[in-house]
């Protein structure tokens, strides 16, 4: 019998996996995730500002899995893991494995509120909450088009959260504000983008002449920034601060962290304070032999030991190196240790502008942007080619 990989989440990490063990005939894997898409994140600070549509910000799964003769797709929500009984939980019934590769990566943390705030709040980490993001504020602007009398007169947007996301978002959003006030002489200037950071500056722990560049660029797209600011509670339409201060809101974006999938709570393993999965030097978990965890539900660290931040080319180098390790293993090999590097930080600051930290030199302006522009396409275009030849298989067997 063929040996069984499952791989647990279709994004970043799930799919460089999938590529790999992809090649080896000899094993059967089964790709399960709760959408039939990848979903871009990377890219979603676009969509939210109505830069692109959402078809650019996806790659089908079926497609995808379709290149590959071994690899069974499986549109499903994990309900949970017996790491036991190697058993998948799924709606329908189970799936067991023989190896399993978790890459669930991690949900927006929302603050502890009401849950009708949730009427008029979203996160960004997924497809559905970056379209409500995006529709809201499109509506929002209709009002004023149509009618500034329609319009309040002040609309508040809070971005809780001034992390890589958070500064995207909030970026994004105030220049595609700023382009209609401009073009469209919309009652726009009453728009204000709130982005509360709870350290002493943006960006917390990145390179001071990035924050510098960043926040340089917030103020001159008049994004208002509140730094050392802690939300203490969130109140019907108002956030409260924890010196006292409070700021009304309209609507509320989570950016300010992430907690693991849901469906990891009840799964027994050794975890860090943020619920991600502790693994050893080649990825496994420190629990379970059998299993390797990669992505954002992994507490990955660098070869030095040094933590490292979540992110898609994380996410992307760790799914390389479990699914090597995993035919490593099959050829009685010894494993690899895992040296997993920050190649670089681009951060998209509204319009066609970002800011670049290779570690070894900072740039921003227009060039860095063309740069973070072709990092994204190098990593789409091939993805979208592979589906694209998937589909035509899917189609022409369906014939
Ligand atoms: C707005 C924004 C901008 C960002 N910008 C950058 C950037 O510029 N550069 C960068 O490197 N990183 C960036 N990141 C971070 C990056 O997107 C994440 O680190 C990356 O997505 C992690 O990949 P992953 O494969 O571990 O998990 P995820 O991308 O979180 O994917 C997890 C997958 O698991 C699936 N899943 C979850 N639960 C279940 C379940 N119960 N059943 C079935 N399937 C399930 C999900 O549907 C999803 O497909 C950004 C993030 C955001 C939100």
């Known amino acids: 019998m063929r040996h069984h990989v499952v791989i647990l989440g279709g994004s970043y990490g799930g799919i460089a996996a999938m590529r790999h063990l992809g090649k080896y005939p000899e094993l059967k894997i089964t790709l399960i995730d709760q959408h039939?898409?990848?979903?871009?994140q990377t890219e979603g600070y676009e969509l939210i500002s109505s830069n692109t549509s959402f078809d650019e910000t996806i790659v089908s799964l079926p497609a995808l899995c379709a290149n590959y003769g071994n690899v069974t797709f499986k549109h499903r929500t994990v309900?949970?893991?017996?790491?036991?009984?190697?058993?998948?939980?799924?709606?329908?019934?189970?799936c067991t494995y023989d190896t399993l590769i978790i890459a669930l990566g991690s949900v927006t943390k929302r603050f502890d509120c009401d849950t009708t705030v949730y009427h008029y709040s979203s996160g960004a980490k997924s497809l559905r909450g970056a379209l409500r993001l995006n529709?809201?504020?499109?509506?929002?602007?209709?009002?004023?088009l149509e009618s500034a009398k329609q319009a309040k007169e002040n609309f508040n947007i809070i971005i809780g959260g001034a992390g890589l996301s958070g500064v995207e978002i909030a970026a994004g959003m105030q220049y595609f504000f700023n382009r209609y006030y401009k073009s469209n002489t919309l009652s726009c200037a009453a728009l204000h983008i709130?982005?509360?950071?709870?350290r002493e500056t943006?960006?917390?722990?990145?390179?001071?002449h990035i924050i510098k560049i960043a926040s340089n660029r917030l103020e001159k797209l008049r994004v208002k920034v509140h730094t050392q600011s802690r939300i203490a509670s969130i109140d019907n339409h108002e956030v409260i601060l924890t010196d006292g201060s409070t700021i009304p809101f309209d609507f509320m974006i989570?950016?300010?962290?992430?907690?693991?999938?849901?469906?990891?709570?009840?799964?027994?393993?050794?975890?860090?304070?943020?619920?991600?999965?502790?693994v050893d030097d080649f990825l496994k978990s420190n629990t379970y032999a059998d299993i390797y965890v990669i992505g954002d539900a992994a507490a990955l660290s660098s070869k030095k030991g040094k933590a490292l931040p979540p992110t898609a080319q994380t996410a992307i180098q760790s799914g390389e190196i479990a699914a090597k390790?995993?035919?490593?293993?099959?050829?009685?090999?010894?494993?690899?240790k895992a040296n997993i590097r920050m190649k670089g930080i681009a951060i998209a600051l509204g319009g066609k502008y970002a800011a670049i930290d290779l570690g070894f030199i900072h740039f921003h302006g227009y060039s860095a942007y063309l740069v973070k522009k072709v990092t994204e396409r190098l990593y789409k275009w091939p993805l979208w080619w592979l589906a694209s030849k998937g589909y035509t298989k899917i189609n022409s067997c369906e014939i």
């Open 194 to 198: 709130h982005l509360i950071a709870s």
């Open 135 to 144: 529709q809201f504020f499109q509506d929002e602007l209709y009002k004023r």
């Open 202 to 208: 943006i960006l917390n722990g990145m390179h001071p």
């Open 36 to 40: 039939p898409y990848h979903f871009l």
């Open 79 to 94: 309900k949970s893991i017996n790491p036991q009984k190697k058993v998948i939980l799924l709606p329908d019934g189970i």
């Open 254 to 278: 989570f950016a300010g962290g992430t907690m693991t999938a849901p469906c990891l709570e009840t799964f027994n393993a050794e975890k860090n304070e943020k619920g991600q999965i502790i």
């Open 325 to 336: 390790n995993i035919i490593r293993s099959l050829h009685d090999k010894t494993l690899k």
